[in-house]
């Protein structure tokens, strides 16, 4: 082999990559230098941490940082210190920038109230792990009002109040936190609605007649259905007029009974009444006697299974 032939085009080699190394690392300085110089950042307050609704600012939960000058939101703070006892009206994230709209106004107060829009109420209601929804129910969530009520003696379960927005379960107004492995969690026993006056007005009465259920829905569904509710005749197919669960109501007078009485009747002979009596789907009779009277003319009392009825029954002899 002959390296003296080889020595040239080995040495070009080497020189030729040092060169292309040398005008890559400058184009790539040259680039950083004009990005550099194009961007341009603004200072501005940020979140420190992530902040639930409600919360009363302080030094701790606010810092400086940088954003680009084209990228500032309109209306950024740009001075911590005016921020100090604003309250916010929705939940921050860490480093999202603060602007005016996600503050409540300086004389709404501290804490959840402070985040009301104008002309709602907040009613809480009480739950269990039923009324509840198991917990699937978290702050932001849409839920109808359920109930059972009484109308002239029969139940109706009526959905009260429709397309509700959840404002807090328990005391929480935010996403559920991640609980410690062992830790045992403790469920909420309470959640609270965001309303209008008269619907808590509606609300406070069902609650106080029965204990009212939620019944969770899609966030994106606006429908209002104004259902006439269910009663247990609909359950059974029969209408209002034929439902089997309501006791008929009886009236029972002195000319329900005759004036003159059978001649087995005058003999001495006890007379039978018989009443067919429906209570709850199941039908019974039930047998009860009139007790003759000797004079010519005396009071009969007789005792139904609807009370007593007393009537001025002539005993002709």
Do not use: Y
Request: some cysteine; hydrophobic content about 35%.
């Amino acid at each position: 082999m002959n390296w003296k032939a080889w020595l040239p085009l080995g040495i070009a080699i080497v020189l030729g990559l040092l060169a292309a190394r040398v005008a890559m690392n400058l184009v790539s300085e040259r680039q950083s230098g004009v990005i550099s110089s194009e961007v341009q950042l603004t200072p501005v307050v940020m979140a420190a941490g992530d902040i639930p609704a409600g919360t009363c600012l302080t030094e701790k939960h606010i810092k400086m940082g940088k954003v680009e000058s084209s990228n500032v939101p309109v209306g950024a703070f740009t001075d911590p210190q005016s921020l100090i006892g604003r309250v916010t009206k929705i939940t921050l994230s860490m480093n999202q920038p603060i602007v005016p709209g996600i503050l409540a106004e300086k004389e709404a107060g501290v804490g959840i109230g402070a985040t009301l829009p104008e002309g709602m109420r907040a009613i809480t209601v009480e739950i269990n792990d039923v009324s509840g929804v198991a917990g699937f129910i978290q702050p932001t969530c849409r839920v109808d009002v359920v109930g059972t009520l009484q109308d002239n003696g029969k139940s109706i379960a009526k959905t009260i109040l429709e397309n509700i927005q959840v404002l807090a379960v328990g005391s929480r107004t935010g996403p559920e936190q991640p609980v410690e492995q062992g830790q045992p969690v403790e469920p909420a026993r309470t959640i609270t609605l965001l309303c209008t006056p008269e619907q808590a007005e509606k609300l406070e009465l069902a609650s106080s007649s029965t204990r009212v259920r939620l019944v969770l829905r899609n966030g994106e569904d606006k429908t209002t259905l104004n259902t006439p509710g269910v009663t247990l005749a609909d359950l059974k197919g029969k209408s209002d007029d034929n439902d089997p669960f309501v006791l008929p109501e009886v009236t029972l007078t002195s000319g329900s009974l005759p004036t003159t009485l059978p001649v087995a009747q005058q003999t001495g002979q006890k007379r039978q009444w018989t009443v067919e009596i429906i209570r709850a789907g199941t039908t019974s009779k039930q047998t009860f006697e009139i007790e003759p009277r000797t004079s010519d003319s005396e009071t009969v009392n007789t005792q139904t299974p609807f009370g007593p009825v007393t009537g001025g029954v002539e005993i002709q002899r």
